[in-house]
T-cell receptor, first 115, second 112 residues
Framework: DAGVTQSPTHLIKTRGQQVTLRCSPK?????VSWYQQALGQGPQFIFQ???????QRGNFPDRFSGHQFPNYSSELNVNALLLGDSALYLC??????????????FGPGTRLTVL | DAKTTQPTSMDCAEGRAANLPCNHS???????VYWYRQIHSQGPQYIIH???NNETNEMASLIITEDRKSSTLILPHATLRDTAVYYC?????????????FGKGITLSVRP
């Protein structure tokens, strides 16, 4: 059983560009959450998607947007990149039902560098 | 903001128990205590969670004080592979409240 997968592994962009990160949840999971982790800090919650809708959002600007597809996979889009957007972007999947109710399983992350 | 406070770092000898403390004095009655860990450059890994009773699984034990204002994660026989950042998180349990609010965590170093 594949766990949470993310692509790409690493990405380098320049200021002002736009980026799209992708996440496939663990089999059986229907909820995807995105987190940003700056160097030396704990992950910070960006938003969560359930049933293709944004269910909850953290304190991030509108430059950060997302989407969830019918197969539960998700994308994180960041527009007008800033140097401060350089971070590890983590995707976590969970399920609103079942034995591991609401446990979040994390992917390996995408390392974004903005130059 | 994180609702927990943890020491910045600690170390322990391989094979010994590692006791990681966490304070959560403002925890609400319906909030759970979760522990995750993050090994360098990997995604966080769930360890254990509890409400008010002590919990044990194959990875660790969680001891929550009676007033629920603090807890301790116990790794009974630490190995070098347990070297990681450990996060103590207070969180509601329903879907709408399921976001994880991470602090800086505690860095555990297991020495040979």
């Amino acid at each position: 059983d594949a766990g949470v997968t993310q692509s790409p592994t690493h990405l380098i962009k320049t200021r002002g560009q736009q980026v799209t990160l992708r996440c496939s949840p663990k089999s059986g999971h229907d909820t995807v959450s995105w987190y940003q982790q700056a160097l030396g800090q704990g992950p910070q919650f960006i938003f969560q998607y359930y049933e293709e809708e944004e269910r909850q959002r953290g304190n991030f600007p509108d430059r950060f947007s997302g989407h969830q597809f019918p197969n539960y996979s998700s994308e994180l889009n960041v527009n007008a990149l800033l140097l401060g957007d350089s971070a590890l972007y983590l995707c976590a999947s969970s399920s609103d039902a079942g034995v591991n109710y609401n446990e979040q399983f994390f992917g390996p992350g995408t390392r974004l560098t903005v130059l | 903001d994180a609702k927990t406070t943890q020491p910045t770092s600690m170390d322990c000898a391989e094979g010994r128990a590692a006791n990681l403390p966490c304070n959560h004095s403002t925890i609400s009655g319906n909030e759970y205590v979760y522990w995750y860990r993050q090994i360098h450059s990997q995604g966080p890994q769930y360890i254990i969670h509890g409400l008010k009773n002590n919990e044990t699984n194959e990875m660790a034990s969680l001891i929550i004080t009676e007033d629920r204002k603090s807890s301790t994660l116990i790794l009974p026989h630490a190995t070098l592979r347990d070297t990681a950042v450990y996060y103590c998180i207070v969180r509601g349990y329903t879907g709408a409240n399921s976001k994880l609010t991470f602090g800086k965590g505690i860095t555990l170093s297991v020495r040979p």
